[in-house]
């Protein structure tokens, strides 16, 4: 949903919701005429109810719903209960008495029970409302995306139904050539075992959403190697990994990018200013880190679509509970990603 369309559905809402409003004021006021206090009530009362919707809607909902904070969403729901009637108060009892000379309660009602009670009709009200249109914004941000998501997919898979050999006979013919060549050239046979290695994890392990992290970590070492031996295998390239048990899963191909990315752009061939990859599992969160050194005249494609579609992945499948920061300067490039461990 765009601003722009969240906008115009709340215009709509509030226009119906006061006109049925003061219809019902007109018709419960038994033809008295309308004076100063009762327009400056309605305008005053409805203002109320908009700050207690807004308040629940873009702040409570916002940072407890999708961080599963069920315990301080039940606490701010409380909360506006009570701040409803507080308002509610604050602008009758005392800013209107002091414009036109009257109450709206009796001065024996302030401040007791019966005050709350008598406005909870109200403030239950707009706490629902803004609940329900906050989980209708979410539902369909989230269904918008998924549909996103599923359509580059789907133009993914029919882009390489269009370039696909048979998988069966690219692999049965990469392992022939190891078989030749692993007695008389056993390193480009173990070379060609790597490379035979990704593909097979790349056509099969793709079509998974949710991969080992072992083999994901394998994926990587072996894309690394096989870079590594363009150029005789002297890059600066440190990979490490911590606390990585059997069994633990992350959507599949996550990471490659970032490492893509860095041997692409940084200076690998400088051992004093190493490519740097750390992989830590700590407390149920994966620690994801790469770092390197590059030239000044390459740009990185930190807004192009690679880092457009994992960003949007990251949005949907771990939404406000996950971080992915960059740091750049004018010679040195870091990214670093956390995500849970579901």
């Known amino acids: 949903m765009t601003k722009k369309q969240e906008t115009l559905l709340h215009i709509g809402f509030w226009l119906i919701f006061f006109g049925l409003n003061f219809l019902s004021d007109l018709i419960g006021s038994k033809n008295e005429a309308l004076n100063l206090w009762s327009i400056l009530q309605f305008i005053g009362f409805s203002i109320i109810q908009m700050i207690v919707f807004y308040i629940n809607y873009a702040w409570i909902c916002k940072f407890t719903i999708l961080q599963k904070r069920w315990l301080l969403l039940f606490l701010g729901q409380l909360l506006l209960l009570f701040v409803f009637p507080v308002l509610r108060d604050l602008f009758e009892e005392v800013l209107l008495y ?14 007791t029970f019966f005050y709350v009670y008598d406005n909870s009709f109200y403030s239950v009200r707009m706490v629902l409302l803004s609940l329900v249109f906050y989980s209708l914004k979410t539902i369909w941000n989230t269904n918008q995306q998924m549909n996103e998501l599923l359509l580059q997919h789907k133009q993914v898979e029919l882009q390489n139904l269009k370039n696909q050999l048979s998988p069966h006979f690219l692999f049965n ?6 078989a030749d060549l692993i007695d008389t050239q056993p390193k480009t046979a173990e070379d060609l075992l790597k490379l035979s290695e990704m593909l097979r994890y790349v056509t099969y392990e793709n079509e998974n959403d949710r991969v080992d992290l072992e083999d994901e970590i394998q994926f990587i070492a072996n894309y ?45 061939t400088d051992p004093k200013r190493p490519i740097n990859i750390t992989l830590r599992v700590a407390n149920q969160l994966l620690s994801f ?18 880092y457009k579609n994992i ?9 406000k509970n996950h971080l992915l920061q960059v740091a750049q300067t004018q010679d040195f490039y870091r990214v670093n990603l956390q995500i849970p461990l579901l």
């Open 289 to 306: 880190s790469v770092e390197n050194h590059y030239i000044a005249s390459e740009h990185y494609d930190e807004r192009g679509i690679g």
């Open 173 to 178: 013919t990469l392992n022939s050539f190891y």
């Open 98 to 111: 002091k414009i036109t000379g009257n109450h709206n309660y009796a001065d024996r009602y302030r401040f």
């Open 311 to 319: 960003r949007q992945r990251l949005e949907l499948l771990y939404p």
């Open 224 to 268: 690394i190697a096989l870079f590594s031996r363009r150029f005789d295998h002297q890059l600066a390239i440190h990979f490490q990994s911590s606390g990585v048990e059997e069994k633990v899963q992350i959507p599949s191909l996550l990471l490659i990018h970032f490492v893509e990315n860095a041997l692409k752009h940084g200076l690998a």
